[in-house]
């Protein structure tokens, strides 16, 4: 145990801040049904940082500005129904294509690569800042708006009556989704990060009718798997973001199965 800090202190560290903000994020995403959405701004900001690599400035941040765009984008076509899924599909292939050929054209192999699949062992001290203020925005966001979010996906005419600015509270989530799955690429990668937003909270909310206490436990359940993903990933020569997303798979067929 000692050997396994020493080696995986800061992926450690990075693995399970990335947990505890994509599973309470991920509550949402599971309950408003936007998996595919939340996958289609993972792709956006591939293509933003291929962009950014491309011309030689920063990628996170020409990521994390184009995703959140794009999210109050989509937010405003998914709210007036219009060609939801075909818009996200048509973007889906789009941004992946333009990403693969920026960072091809560039030579920049390895950093597509790095986008695609992450490196949680390559974290840096800067990634680990970005992911504390964000696992710290998060948490506040919660606290103040959950149950508002949560009125708002199953009755918006009575969460509408009740919070007269619950649309704007909605297009503060889809920025901040976007910034978390921005910071949670870079730790995971784009293939990924929908299954630390998905797998645990539902496994959570297969496991609780309390929407509360699911908030609480999908991030105890991802950071779990990414403690045993690292554990594993020291046994045997296999990248760690695999094997987290195979403990978390492992956990949710086991809950499926037993709840049945």
């Known amino acids: 145990m000692t050997s396994f800090l020493s080696l995986y202190q800061k992926s450690l ?21 936007m998996a595919f959405y939340s996958d289609a701004i993972a792709h956006v900001a591939f ?45 889906f292939s789009l941004t992946m294509a333009v990403g693969i050929v920026l960072f091809s054209v560039s030579k920049k192999q390895r950093s597509l690569i790095s986008y695609l699949f992450g490196d949680v062992l390559a974290i840096t001290n800067q990634d680990l800042l970005y992911l504390l203020l964000v696992t710290g925005s998060v948490i506040i966001f919660d606290l103040l708006f959950r149950d508002i979010l949560v009125q ?4 918006e005419d009575f969460a509408r009556l009740m919070h007269p600015k619950v649309d704007l509270v909605y297009r ?9 799955v921005v910071v949670a690429v870079q730790t995971v990668g784009v ?41 594993l990933s020291l046994q045997i020569d296999v990248p760690p973001g695999a ?3 195979l403990v978390q798979g492992a956990v949710f067929f086991t809950t499926l199965f037993l709840r049945r």
Do not use: C, Q, W
């Open 243 to 245: 094997l987290i997303v």
């Open 191 to 231: 293939i990924l990060v929908s299954a630390f937003l998905i797998i645990p909270a539902a496994t959570a909310t297969i496991l609780l009718s309390d929407y509360r206490r699911a908030f609480l436990l999908a991030p105890v359940l991802s950071s779990a798997s990414v403690v045993a993903g690292l554990l």
């Open 47 to 91: 293509a933003a940082a291929a962009i950014g690599v491309t011309l030689g400035t920063s990628s996170f941040l020409s990521a994390l500005v184009l995703s959140v765009v794009v999210s109050l984008v989509l937010g405003s076509v998914s709210k007036k129904n219009i060609g939801e899924d075909t818009a996200i599909g048509v973007l």
């Open 172 to 180: 503060l989530f889809l920025a901040i989704l976007a910034v978390t």
């Open 13 to 33: 560290l990075a693995g399970v801040l990335t947990a505890i903000v994509t599973a309470i994020m991920g509550i949402h995403v599971v309950f408003r049904r």
């Open 152 to 155: 708002f996906t199953f009755d």
